[in-house]
Structures are given as structure tokens and as C-alpha cells.
């Protein structure tokens, strides 16, 4: 008598069909897993972590201007911010100590009532303005003189001397609603890249609060987000850009060339001291590829 070994098919069937719905799965997570060695052994692939920029108690990540020669007063710690001091003898901004080319950052501040302040980045010189180099006319042409005379060097401020530090860069306004340059128009308003591009709303808060905001910085494409809205997206490198610009400082000024060919890409970052009470705190960086 034969044996005949049975073979349930349809069983067999429905175990290959529920191993051929798992094929995507898997393969989803082979490509995600390979992914992230790529990463790992790529960081330039992909962004990197979030780094914090102010711990709540010192000026680590900061050049610290008390701490220079000669000694600044335009910064200084209070109620776990950093803040700009009004008035202070030498007006400058609160630089950090790493450059930045492609790059993520969020930030909490507010002004005084009737404030203004600003965050500048791809921040291309820092020419110094003193009594010494003063030239007459507008402010504009005492900044051109500074840069013709590549009056860059600190030694500049003597002792009790008043000075001023210019960061010609791009500005992320931040700014009261009720300061008069903010009631020029939407392009000197909160959110906007300052006398650029104008914020395509207004976002901002009561002034007694604390705003978010986002920027975004991808070769010379941005973003300014100001509390969850993105305000502003645009090009450094844009025409109408550039017109305004020249139509500020003038097509055959220093400020114009610098800031139209960006010969410098990997850039501090700098909270602004414009002579007003401004608090900064929560900001965190991440630089992206």
C-alpha cells in the first residue's frame, strides 16, 4: 500500500502571501537603517543636532564684550536673558563665537516698549565709528568712510571714547510696533529682512511678550518665521534685493558690495544693540548641509 504525504497548498500559499506583504516593510527599514549609517558616516549628509547658544547664566558661545579690549557695556545678563544694555558707551552687537554658512536657528525675544534690535547674519565686516573718524552728513556715509579706511581694529576706542561697531550684514528685524523706523512701512516691521523684504504679515505679539522666531538660512535662500508663521521667503542674492540695497547705500558703496556678492560665507551671527532694553533667550542652532 502506498503513503501518500498530503500537502496542505492553500496553508502554504497564505504563509508565501504573508511573507510577500512584509517585503515593502522590510525593505522600508533596510533603506531608513541604511540611511542613517549614511548619516552617521556622512554628517555633511544631513543636519546636524540642535546646539544650544545660551545657557541662561553666562555668555558662553558669545564674545563677550566686557571681556575685550578695550571693555564694552552694551551686554549683560538679566531675568535669564541676554540683554542689550540702552545707551551704552560703546553700541555694539553680541557676536558669536562660531561662524555659520547653511544653517537653522530659533530664538525668543522682545524690546522695550518702542524698542528696536534686530538678529544679523552672513555678517560680512564690523567696521568701528568713533568720534575720531567721524565724517559729516549721514549715517550711512560715516559707515563707508569706516570701510574705505578698513577701520576694523578695536585699538580704535580709546579710553572714555564713545563708539559704535557697524555689523553690515542681513537683519532679521525685531523691533516695537510703535518705534518710529516700524512705522516707516512693512519693511522695517518684526519678521522682516530689514529694508528687503517685507514680512508678509504682521505675526508679532504684544510687546511685553516673548516672540518666536525661526531662521532659515540655505545657501542664499531664507525663511523668517515669527511665531509659527512663516513671514518671509526669499533670495540674499534677489534683484529687487540688491535695488534696495543700492537705493539705501548706493551702488559704489562698500555696504552694496559686500553685501551683493557675499564674499564671505561662513558668517558670524550677532544679536543687535540699536540703543534699546531687547532680551534674548531659548536660542538653539543647527547647522544644515
Known amino acids: 500500500m502506498k503513503r501518500v504525504l498530503k500537502i496542505s497548498v492553500p496553508a502554504e500559499r497564505h504563509a508565501s502571501a504573508r511573507w510577500l506583504a512584509l517585503v515593502p516593510l522590510l525593505a522600508g527599514l533596510a533603506a531608513g537603517l541604511a540611511h542613517s549609517v549614511s548619516a552617521a558616516a556622512n554628517p555633511k549628509d544631513a543636519a546636524a543636532e540642535w546646539v544650544s547658544l545660551f545657557d541662561g547664566r553666562s555668555m558662553d558661545h558669545w564674545q563677550d564684550p566686557s571681556k575685550l579690549d578695550p571693555p564694552g557695556d552694551a551686554w549683560t545678563l538679566a531675568d535669564g536673558c541676554?540683554?542689550?544694555?540702552?545707551?551704552?558707551?560703546?553700541?555694539?552687537?553680541?557676536?558669536?563665537?562660531?561662524?555659520?554658512?547653511?544653517?537653522?536657528?530659533?530664538?525668543?525675544?522682545?524690546?522695550?516698549?518702542?524698542?528696536?534690535?534686530?538678529?544679523?547674519?552672513?555678517?560680512?565686516?564690523?567696521?568701528?565709528?568713533?568720534?575720531?573718524?567721524?565724517v559729516a552728513g549721514k549715517f550711512e556715509n560715516q559707515v563707508q568712510a569706516a570701510l574705505v579706511d578698513q577701520a576694523f581694529s578695536r585699538s580704535l576706542?580709546?579710553?572714555?571714547?564713545?563708539?559704535?561697531?557697524?555689523?553690515?550684514?542681513f537683519e532679521y528685524q525685531t523691533i516695537a510696533g510703535n518705534n518710529p523706523d516700524a512705522q516707516r512701512g512693512p519693511l522695517y516691521q518684526s519678521g522682516a529682512l530689514y529694508g528687503m523684504i517685507a514680512p508678509v504679515h504682521n505675526a508679532m505679539r504684544p510687546v511685553a511678550e516673548f516672540n518666536q522666531s525661526r531662521l532659515v538660512v540655505r545657501g542664499n535662500h531664507i525663511e523668517h518665521w515669527l511665531n509659527g508663521e512663516k513671514v518671509v521667503d526669499g533670495d540674499l542674492d534677489a534683484d529687487?534685493?540688491?535695488?534696495?540695497?543700492?537705493?539705501?547705500?548706493?551702488?559704489?558703496?562698500?555696504?552694496?558690495?559686500?553685501?551683493?556678492?557675499?564674499?564671505?560665507?561662513?558668517?558670524?551671527?550677532?544679536?543687535?544693540?540699536?540703543?534699546?532694553?531687547?532680551?534674548?533667550?531659548?536660542?538653539?542652532?543647527?547647522?544644515?548641509?
Open 157 to 169: 576706542i580709546k579710553p572714555g571714547m564713545r563708539a559704535q561697531i557697524y555689523v553690515v550684514g
Open 240 to 289: 529687487p534685493v540688491k535695488q534696495l540695497t543700492a537705493h539705501r547705500w548706493g551702488e559704489s558703496s562698500e555696504v552694496y558690495k559686500l553685501l551683493a556678492s557675499q564674499p564671505s560665507k561662513a558668517c558670524h551671527i550677532s544679536l543687535q544693540n540699536h540703543g534699546d532694553s531687547a532680551w534674548f533667550r531659548a536660542l538653539r542652532i543647527r547647522r544644515l548641509p
Open 82 to 134: 541676554l540683554k542689550a544694555v540702552p545707551h551704552p558707551r560703546i553700541t555694539e552687537d553680541l557676536v558669536s563665537q562660531e561662524t555659520y554658512t547653511n544653517f537653522e536657528l530659533e530664538f525668543e525675544w522682545r524690546v522695550a516698549d518702542g524698542g528696536n534690535s534686530g538678529l544679523k547674519y552672513r555678517i560680512q565686516a564690523l567696521p568701528i565709528l568713533t568720534s575720531e573718524n567721524h
